[in-house]
């Protein structure tokens, strides 16, 4: 998911699943599950328990680790003569530099045909990479946006010819 | 989702090229297409193993191999193409189709997703190694009864490792595909707006994380029975082996529809693209799904009605066989009309479509004949069993399949298959799986017991006649292993839509779908 203020792009993972949605649905999955497992405890077959329990652990951390991609957050805030990418979770947040007009978007395609696109943006050797957790149209999408905000090595970037047009949201 | 900041030459972050790109693969196309690759491989080692029972079964008396090595056969031939080719072939279509379907950039849990798959070529090389061990591979048939399966030789510990290995790799397969579903979900794309394809993987993903711990627990019973002094299913020491058929069941009928379900998510993508009409009564379809689902879970005692149920048992079970009939009707009925008044034509994922929905529904009507307690007594543990299953996997499962690599092979190559060869490929295979799997409704009827490697000369010519079709029926496989191959090498360009009325997120990506480039924002209509 991708918004755009005046200076400041923020790229967000898409969580269709709220938190209280991912605990319910756990709940919904362990209730099922366990039943099924003590019942067949209570015939007597109790190693069924175990793999169940296993199982659950493994689903439960995976809706985890896939809730808290709701936490990560890029913000690329375009300044007057620079570029802040600040990328991560709370708790982890990185934070890089970039002079503006040095700074390049650089959308490169992979080896693999399969494989998406990365996109980055970078300077003198330093680069950073952004939009991993986009789709490719909305990495495309940013990577055109970027251009216009921050343009080229050796352009003038869009923004500074027409300043208003920045304001609308990119999606 | 990547959590690197900053590289200071951007080589460093290249995807790995040549076997690395394999062995370390996160991208949801490479392992789909590794999980597809891998299931063709297992198909045709499968069907040499079948090509062994049914040269066998030419004629009656002991031509080829001895009945030990039959039995060899028979196991590995099942656990062979329902867990290696079957199942993993449904996950690599879920792997490319999912993601693109729901306009998820991946699947939730790239790594797992590799490991799920790698998974699987360990379980299989130790299940096959098995063949060249004293006392052969498995031979007391997939199901594992006990004491039957006790008698396998130093093969035994390997198969329970090798299923509980396959269950570790479906359980790892399911949960990944419920966290992306549920969790990377395009904005727009309600639950009842996702295609029938990712709703009945929703459902069999399911079904797998609530059946896999049953048979894990089973299998791992036995082996404590076999070597820790445990009398779960020994009745020497207090156990009952009868309450192995249960467990087993318990976790084998969802199996059965773990196998069929994303089939009908195929066969619902794939009608309404080709009869133009948008596919009639969604919602009712997804209910369906649900039910099936559900049914599947307290009928399982129908696959043992001859080991001496109480009455109300047998009653009980049999009804709510019967009762799995009227989801899967509505399905039946819903493909029917979605066709019905449509502008139809019939290229080759539409065939392999039409078939499945013709000859699987022959094999659901032979499930009801089963299904019904006191004619199960008569045709219990013999060929119109082996016909009944063969129905529903072969044409059902394995047609749908095949025709959901043709309906999707342009959007991953893109390139177009060659559509003479695919029609040719389809005649061969509808015409033959019949020629193979009908006539064992007669002799099954007849009375011919599976599991036998000889027979009464009466059932000789039946025989003969599926094992002809066996033979050319598998031959024909090799045409479709060269259309896919000259698919991938080239051919006429694909266009972005590919089929004319096909509608979706995955058909707005170009063909191939290199970069799942999306020219606009993926929009949910």
């Not at chain 2, 979900?185 to 709703?199: C, I």
């Not at chain 2, 008044?341 to 032979?366: V, W």
């Not at chain 2, 019904?372 to 008569?378: S, W």
Request: charged share 10%; glycine share 8%.
């Amino acid at each position: 998911m991708l918004a755009v203020s005046r200076h400041v792009v923020e790229v967000r993972p898409n969580c269709s699943l709220s938190w209280r949605g991912a605990v319910a649905l756990y709940l919904w999955v362990c209730a099922i599950s366990l039943s099924i497992a003590l019942v067949f405890a209570w015939q007597g077959y109790w190693p069924v328990l175990p793999f169940a329990g296993l199982e659950l652990a493994v689903l439960g951390g995976a809706l985890w680790v896939s809730m808290r991609r709701g936490d990560y957050r890029e913000v690329i805030t375009i300044h007057d003569n620079h570029v802040i990418v600040e990328k991560g979770t709370k708790r982890q947040r990185q934070r890089i530099e970039f002079s503006l007009h040095w700074a390049r978007v650089n959308l490169r395609s992979a080896h693999a045909s399969s494989h998406s696109s990365r996109l980055a943006i970078g300077s003198h050797g330093r680069s950073c990479e952004i939009g991993h957790c986009l789709t490719e149209s909305e990495k495309l999408g940013l990577a055109r946006r970027l251009r216009e905000l921050i343009g080229g090595a050796d352009q003038t970037p869009a923004r500074w010819l027409n300043e208003d047009r920045t304001d609308n949201a990119h999606r | 989702m990547s959590h690197t900041a900053e590289a200071h030459h951007d080589d460093h972050h290249d995807a790995p090229t040549g076997i690395k790109r394999w062995l370390f693969a996160t991208n949801h196309k490479d392992i789909g297409t590794m999980y597809l690759v891998f299931s063709l491989v297992l198909f045709f080692i499968g069907g040499a193993m079948a090509m062994v029972i049914r040269a066998e079964l030419f004629q009656p008396g002991l031509q080829f191999v001895d009945p030990g090595f039959f039995n060899q056969m028979t196991t590995m031939h099942a656990l062979m193409m329902i867990f290696g080719a079957v199942m993993p072939a449904f996950v690599g279509l879920a792997n490319w189709m999912v993601p693109l379907m729901v306009g998820a950039p991946d699947m939730a849990l790239p790594r797992m997703n590799n490991w799920s798959f790698w998974i699987l070529p360990v379980a299989f090389s130790l299940l096959l190694s098995t063949l060249f061990m004293p006392g052969g591979s498995p031979a007391g048939g997939w199901t594992m009864y006990p004491p039957l399966v006790m008698q396998t030789g130093d093969a035994f510990p390997f198969l329970i490792f090798s299923v509980h290995l396959m269950g570790m790799s479906s359980i790892m397969g399911a949960i990944n595909i419920v966290v992306t579903i549920m969790n990377m979900r395009a904005p727009g794309m309600s639950l009842l707006k996702m295609p029938l394809f990712v709703w009945t993987w929703l459902i069999t993903a399911y079904l797998l994380i609530l059946a896999m711990p049953v048979l894990a627990g089973a299998v791992t019973m036995l082996l404590t029975d076999e070597y820790f002094g445990t009398s779960f299913f020994n009745a020497g020491g207090g156990g009952d082996p009868l309450m192995f058929q249960h467990v087993f069941w318990f976790f084998g009928h969802p199996e059965v529809y773990i196998m069929i379900l994303p089939a009908f998510g195929i066969v619902s993508q794939i009608i309404p693209t080709f009869a133009r009409k948008p596919l009639f009564g969604y919602d009712s379809m997804v209910y369906a799904t649900a039910s099936i689902a559900f049914l599947s879970f307290i009928v399982w005692a129908h696959h043992m009605f001859t080991v001496g149920m109480p009455l109300a048992g047998q009653l009980f079970f049999m009804f709510s066989t019967m009762l799995i009939a009227v989801p899967t009707g509505v399905k039946v009925f819903n493909w029917m009309t979605t066709m019905w008044k449509g502008s139809m034509t019939f290229e080759t994922p539409m065939l392999f479509a039409f078939g499945f929905l013709f000859l699987f529904t022959i094999g659901g009507f032979s499930g009801l004949m089963l299904g019904i307690t006191p004619a199960d007594f008569q045709y219990h543990d013999t060929y119109f069993v082996v016909a009944h299953f063969h129905y529903v996997l072969v044409p059902g499962a394995v047609f749908a399949i095949m025709a959901g690599v043709y309906f999707w092979l342009p959007k991953w190559t893109g390139h177009m298959y060659n559509e003479k060869l695919g029609k040719l490929h389809f005649w061969l295979s509808a015409i033959f799986v019949n020629v193979t799997f009908f006539p064992q409704h007669f002799v099954g009827l007849a009375g011919m017991p599976r599991r036998i490697p000889d027979y009464a000369t009466q059932f000789a010519d039946f025989n003969m006649i599926s094992s002809i079709g066996a033979f050319v029926f598998g031959a024909s496989q090799l045409l479709f292993v060269y259309i896919v191959w000259s698919c991938v090498r080239g051919g006429e360009k694909a266009t972005q839509q590919v089929w004319e009325g096909a509608e979706g997120l995955e058909w707005t990506v170009p063909s191939p779908a290199p970069h799942h480039t999306f020219e606009v924002a993926p929009e949910v209509k």
